[in-house]
């Protein structure tokens, strides 16, 4: 319920309001209607056979990086055999994302939702679920045995070919457009298109996300990429031009300060001052 109305959200938009922790504010996320929105976009991507998953152009400070981390914490903690690849701008902002993200949100998650895992309480490059293995014994046959997942979460390297010949369960993608050295357009379609995909047959979903720079830093590549992931590029077969599917929410729907206490955004100017979600009266959208 949310201002004495029901409201559906995704089982992962459940997810990182209940149990996903921001390391940055050390309190767990208030409801947010475009967040809200985002979840159910990734929701169609992910029932869509057709699609290879999601790209959003996004303002700064936008939601991007937490949700998607969230997505891939959720997903992870329940799935056998999973490979969940991080790539960003530079290996150190893959890194950063996935200690910040990855690694300290699930160590406050309740301990009945974390699965076994092997290594460090605080890992520095992969969080991997698999039980430690067990001694030899006569009821295991006298092999050596590990019970668990086995399903990894780790960080690449920055480079075009980061994950390449893999097939990850969901790979996130973040700032690609802005790895040095790197056309997006040959990033995605050289090295990682074909891997969320097997025959035709999708294999995994991908979420993309990134601002956009100036047109000669970049952007125009990026343009092209976004341009080639919208929905009205499906071809016969139904695939856009790069097999995601693209989105873009406003800005001004997304400013810190200008949600009411209910967590919709405030755009235009209230008729009345309205209490916005920390509690102050504002009375500009």
């Not at 086995?150 to 993608?173: C, E, K, R, W």
């Not at 056309?183 to 993309?208: P, R």
């Not at 929905?231 to 077969?237: C, F, N, S, Y």
């Not at 729907?253 to 309205?274: K, R, S, T």
């Amino acid at each position: 319920m949310c201002d004495g109305k029901v409201m559906y959200i995704t089982g992962y938009n459940y997810f990182f309001l209940q149990h996903y922790k921001l390391s940055d504010f050390r309190r767990y996320p208030d409801f947010r209607e475009p967040q809200r929105d985002y979840f159910l976009w990734i929701e169609a991507c992910i029932a869509d056979n057709r699609c290879l998953g999601s790209l959003y152009l996004k303002n700064r400070r936008s939601f991007f990086s937490v949700c998607s981390a969230s997505i891939v914490l959720c997903s992870s903690i329940r799935k056998k055999n999973g490979d969940y690849p991080i790539v960003s701008k530079t290996e150190k902002d893959a890194g950063k994302l996935f200690t910040k993200h990855i690694v300290k949100p699930f160590n406050t998650l309740s301990k009945h939702l974390q699965p076994q895992r092997v290594g460090e309480v605080s890992p520095k490059k992969e969080l991997h679920f698999i039980a430690p293995k067990r001694k030899m014994t006569a009821n295991n046959g006298g092999n050596s045995t590990s019970d668990g997942l086995d399903t990894i979460i780790t960080y690449l390297a920055s480079v075009i070919d980061a994950y390449d010949g893999s097939q990850p369960t969901i790979s996130l993608n973040e700032k690609k457009k802005k790895m040095k050295g790197c056309n997006i357009n040959d990033y995605w379609e050289q090295s990682h298109k074909m891997c969320h995909s097997v025959g035709g047959l999708t294999t995994g979903k991908a979420l993309v996300g990134s601002t956009a720079n100036p047109p000669n830093q970049g952007g125009a590549n990026y343009l092209k990429f976004y341009t080639d992931s919208k929905l009205k590029t499906r071809g016969e077969i139904g695939e856009t031009g790069t097999g995601l599917y693209a989105i873009f929410i406003k800005a001004d729907l997304m400013q810190m300060y200008f949600y009411d206490e209910y967590g919709y955004a405030v755009v235009g100017n209230p008729d009345e001052p309205i209490k916005n979600e920390v509690g102050n009266y504002i009375s500009m959208g």
